[in-house]
């Protein structure tokens, strides 16, 4: 991906970020900016804090230490160093701003495609029936479920039911949308058609933040590649640099050739 | 053997038997309609509450559950007036009874269903903006429901065959028409064998019909 977008003061910024689970440091100490209109992936070894991060930054995941700020305004915290919990209508409205698509999918299973995009647009953004229902139509056109919409996720294929998780995403219109191994519950052959909504989202200029396993689409997607490993961010530079053969971080050399050697088949 | 069937007697006295099915099916339907409101009520609060919250409701749900039904139809007739000095006709105490017990085990069925609704799909409403209550009505609930609708077919099914005991406080139902129907004929067998298949039929038409509704709406886990 071309022609990488600047900005003064980055969308989303990640500072001294910290969390444990009990005894476990998960993250410890990360440090991300993300532009308008740049797509970050994500890459590391499992159990690196991936997910962790990434929840974090919608505050579905607590963190303890450090700061994640979207347009200035802090997630899940106020009154600075007090860092008092937000209100739940807060975080509400602060999560709305966020879109966030799942491993596995998280559909309403007892709404159709059309209404699992609807809800948030009535209840959050207060839209009309008939304007949400014209837009989640737009949105389920964009992903290529035009005839889908009165399916109920039960009734949709994996693929499908993952091009409906992005449609309910991105018809919020949010600033930034978290992306978390969203093809990793998918059989081989339905990859292909989620990963292209996601290049089709990039080229519009979606700021992105996304974890996956798929080395070669991070590679054709990201302006910047970060590799995590052990709660912190082992390296961060452009994909190219990233794959370059004389990449100095060992563990990251090691990680992608693990990588090279499972896919050369 | 001596004795001959005879159902003469039992068709004369039919429209008993009729008149108190339908009033067993409305007691079930009014019980199982209040105790689903406070099923549901109290399970909200035990999943969301505080401790003694949660403290109260599992000691209502233990009490209930481990007191026989007919000791409790005695117990609300006529022990409760006695002691508050005053006096409600045996329908009323009946489905208030009724209404109570079925209200401890739906709020179980009800508690264990919201337990089991994904983590996944509460993160899936948080992600979209939607507040603790929008979650509750629009995700939680709706899924909960829909997972619990094969247990609450048996537990229907059940509480309408509990029904029968309000003939020992006389209400009209059922059971008491066909005591009735015994005392003033004596064809003990043959009021028991018809009373016994209008149960069977009109419980099974009504897991039919909630197995229906199952199929049409559930989601399984
Ligand atoms: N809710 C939780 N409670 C306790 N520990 C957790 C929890 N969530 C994650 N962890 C732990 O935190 C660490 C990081 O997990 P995380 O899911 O963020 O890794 P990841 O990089 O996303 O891994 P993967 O590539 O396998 O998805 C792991 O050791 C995991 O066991
Ligand atoms: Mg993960």
Redesign the interface.
């Known amino acids: 991906m071309s022609g990488k977008p600047t900005g003064a003061t980055p969308l989303l910024r990640i500072k001294g970020v910290q969390k444990s689970f009990g005894s476990t440091h998960v993250l410890r100490g990360i440090d991300l900016d993300v532009a308008r209109g740049e797509v970050v992936t994500i890459i590391g070894p499992s159990g690196g804090g991936k997910t962790t991060l990434l929840r974090c930054v919608n505050f579905l995941e607590t963190y303890d230490r450090g700061s994640i700020t979207i347009d200035g305004a802090e997630v899940g915290y106020r009154d600075g160093e007090a860092r008092k919990r937000r209100t739940e209508t807060d975080l509400a409205r602060m999560r709305a701003e966020t879109g966030m698509v799942f491993q596995l999918f998280n559909l309403f299973p007892h709404l159709t495609a059309a209404q699992n995009i609807t809800l948030g647009l009535t209840r959050v953004r207060g839209l009309g029936r008939a304007e949400a229902g014209d837009k989640a139509m737009h949105w389920l056109k964009r992903v290529g479920l035009a005839d889908k919409a009165g399916h109920l996720p039960s009734e949709l294929s994996g693929g499908q039911q993952q091009r409906v998780g992005i449609a309910r995403a991105v018809a919020m219109e949010p600033k930034i949308l978290l992306l978390d191994e969203i093809t990793s519950a998918l059989d081989p052959e339905l990859i292909g058609e989620v990963l292209d909504v996601v290049l089709s989202l990039a080229a519009d200029g979606m700021t992105m933040l996304i974890v996956t396993h798929e080395i070669g689409f991070a590679r054709d997607a990201s302006h910047r590649i970060v590799f995590m490993a052990e709660g912190t961010v082992g390296a961060e530079a452009p994909p190219a640099e990233i794959f370059s053969p004389n990449q100095p971080n060992e563990r990251l050399r090691s990680f992608l050739g693990r990588f090279s050697a499972a896919h050369r088949l | 053997m001596g004795y001959d069937l005879n159902f003469t007697l039992i068709w004369r006295h039919f429209d008993k038997l009729w008149s108190g099915l339908i009033l067993s099916l409305e007691l079930a339907i009014l019980s199982i309609g209040i105790g689903i409101v406070i099923g549901l009520i109290l399970a909200v609060i035990y999943v969301s509450g505080g401790r003694i919250a949660r403290a109260l409701i599992a000691a209502y749900v233990e009490l209930i559950r481990n007191v026989p039904l007919i000791l409790l139809v005695y117990l609300v007739f006529y022990g409760i007036p006695t002691v508050f000095d005053f006096a409600y006709d045996n329908t009323t105490s009946f489905v208030m009874t009724l209404s109570v017990y079925a209200g401890a085990y739906l709020v179980e069925v009800f508690r264990a269903g919201l337990d089991a609704v994904?983590k996944?799909?509460i993160?899936?409403?948080?992600?979209?903006?939607?507040?603790?209550w929008?979650r509750l009505v629009?995700?939680r609930l709706?899924?909960m429901l829909?997972m619990t609708l094969p247990a609450l077919s048996n537990t229907f099914v059940s509480l309408f065959k509990d029904t029968s005991v309000a003939s020992v406080i006389a209400v009209p139902e059922l059971t008491y028409g066909a005591q009735w129907i015994n005392f003033n004929t004596f064809r003990i067998m043959e009021v028991y064998l018809v009373v016994t298949g209008l149960y069977l039929v009109t419980g099974y038409a009504i897991l039919l019909g909630l197995r229906a509704l199952e199929r049409r709406?559930s989601?399984g886990r």
Do not use: S
């Not at chain 2, 899936?124 to 939607?130: Q, Y």
């Open positions: 994904p996944g799909l993160d899936a409403g948080k992600a979209i903006g939607l507040t603790p929008q629009h995700v709706p899924t829909r709406y989601i």
